[in-house]
């Protein structure tokens, strides 16, 4: 469903904009990295990374779908490195840039927020579009039953 989603916004910026390539932010669940228990931390490991989607005129919608697959797929092999680091060292991008555009999708709540210790926890949509800066757009979705 992710695919999905980063796909019909893609073509929906492509349609206003006349970009063919555009960066999406894409927020990862970030336990996949190999950091010492990563997997079994309490609290949010989440990460933004950056998607690469291109729109090719003599793509299928199978094409399509298949590149933003393939695309969203190979980034999250890098959920433990940020942002920064990875604007910093693989791309010529400005020191501090921001992603425009971040793309969130999940599968379903996993919980209604609780208090800890005093602490409230967030879902999922609250700590993605918290993270939404001035002037970002952003786009949140959640499967329902």
Do not use: Y
Not at 82 to 87: E, G
């Amino acid at each position: 469903m992710s695919t999905l989603v980063k796909a019909a916004f893609s073509w929906f910026l492509f349609e206003k904009t006349s970009q063919p390539e555009m960066i999406l932010g894409q927020v990862v669940h970030g336990r996949g990295n190999s950091v010492l228990g990563a997997n079994t931390a309490i609290g949010p490991c989440l990460n933004h990374l950056p998607v690469q989607v291109r729109i090719e005129p003599d793509w299928t919608v199978e094409d399509f779908l298949h590149h933003v697959q393939v695309q969203q797929l190979e980034i999250t092999a890098h959920d433990g490195v940020s942002f920064d680091a990875i604007a910093e060292c693989c791309t010529g991008w400005q020191p501090g840039s921001k992603i425009a555009c971040l793309v969130h999708h999940q599968s379903e709540e996993a919980t209604e927020p609780f208090e800890l210790g005093g602490v409230r926890s967030s879902s999922g949509q609250e700590w993605t579009s918290s993270r939404l800066a001035h002037g970002q757009l952003g786009i949140i979705s959640v499967e329902q039953g």
